[in-house]
């Protein structure tokens, strides 16, 4: 059976049909049969900021803060539209999601980005459980007034994410993951060269093509340089995430992998639609942990882009964003 998705605009993709139980395993074959390379990989440059136009973009949008608790928590809101709450990676602070992908999104959503308390320019004690994470969403989203949205995340945000599906799924419509794992045990681990890099205090170029791109894709290391470049954009940056709250990451992913949670059975059992988007080669969590599940998840759509990285919204912004904001406005009509 041929299964088609909406296309970008300036590119055919060819997709074929996958097993993932009931779900859908899309892989995009880039840059083959005589794809242009360098059109493939070229993104629009966000235009310097013009102080005379009020829209907000991910550039210039305001650090903002939730009281919570007798703490604050930091975000950044930009579009408008059903709202969308991105969790996110480990180290990441307000400035480590590409502006490009989410103004991308922000143009039928709005997008919600934040730390977790404790981390970055939120206030308070930083969790050490996936539940305690996950209560940084909670309390951020009813601060905003919102009753239900959609929930994403990247990385180690994508295990927050699944938190708030499995524990929380009456707040959620539908789920984004990228770039990230079931919960649980799982066959195939980080790469050593991961391992590495990540631990080094202050990253540098080279380091985030290892550790977000494809370094043996010369392509992909330029839309690291333009990924990179266009988040240097920004003139009022977020504070950067302080080491020593480092192994709350860790404590907070060791509790998401012995899952006392049965956060593994009870994605197995949901109905909310996900989407799972991952890279050929995931330096961090390979797609290959997904297929573990196969024909286990009825509401699962797994989309593995080639010659990408675990930042492969970052190497490809607006395609990537194109078919989340497909899949969730498809989803959407099936609900009216």
């Not at 928590?73 to 602070?93: D, K, M, T």
């Not at 799924?169 to 066959?187: D, F, H």
């Not at 043996?216 to 977020?238: G, L, N, T």
Request: aromatic fraction near 10%.
């Amino acid at each position: 059976m041929k299964i088609s998705l909406p296309a970008p605009d300036y590119q055919r993709w060819s997709i074929r049909n996958g097993l993932l139980g009931s779900s859908l395993l899309v892989y995009l074959h880039l840059c083959l049969g005589g794809c242009n390379t360098a059109d493939s990989n070229s993104v629009k440059h966000s235009p310097d900021i013009d102080t005379t136009v009020s829209k907000i973009t991910a550039v210039n949008a305001p650090t903002k803060f939730a009281e919570v608790d007798g703490h604050k928590i930091a975000y950044r809101r930009i579009g408008q539209g059903e709202p969308l709450i991105l969790c996110s990676r480990f180290r990441g602070n307000l400035d480590s999601w590409d502006p490009a992908f989410l103004d991308a999104l922000a143009e039928e959503h709005t997008v919600v980005t934040f730390n977790y308390s404790g981390f970055g320019s939120s206030t308070g004690i930083p969790p050490t459980t996936m539940a305690g994470f996950a209560k940084d969403v909670l309390d951020l989203s009813a601060s905003l007034g919102y009753d239900k949205f959609i929930i994403g995340g990247w990385s180690f945000g994508g295990a927050v994410a699944q938190n708030i599906i499995t524990e929380h799924p009456e707040k959620v419509s539908q789920a984004i993951l990228i770039g990230t794992r079931p919960p649980g045990k799982i066959s195939h681990s980080f790469e050593e060269s991961f391992l590495r890099v990540s631990r080094i205090p202050h990253n540098t170029l080279e380091d985030e093509v290892i550790l977000f791109f494809e370094p043996a894709w010369e392509p992909s290391v330029e839309a690291a340089r333009r990924s990179h470049d266009r988040i240097a954009q920004r003139k009022e940056m977020d504070a950067r995430i302080d080491e020593k709250v480092w192994p709350d990451y860790i404590a907070g992913f060791a509790d998401f992998t012995a899952d006392p949670y049965k956060s593994r059975e009870k994605l197995c059992n949901t109905r909310l639609p996900i989407m799972v988007i991952s890279a050929d080669h995931e330096v961090c969590f390979p797609p290959e942990n997904w297929f573990e599940l196969n024909r286990k998840l009825p509401t699962t759509q797994l989309v593995v882009i080639p010659r990408t990285g675990h930042g492969v919204h970052h190497e490809y912004p607006e395609l990537v964003s194109q078919y989340i904001t497909s899949f969730l406005r498809d989803r959407q009509r099936k609900l009216q």
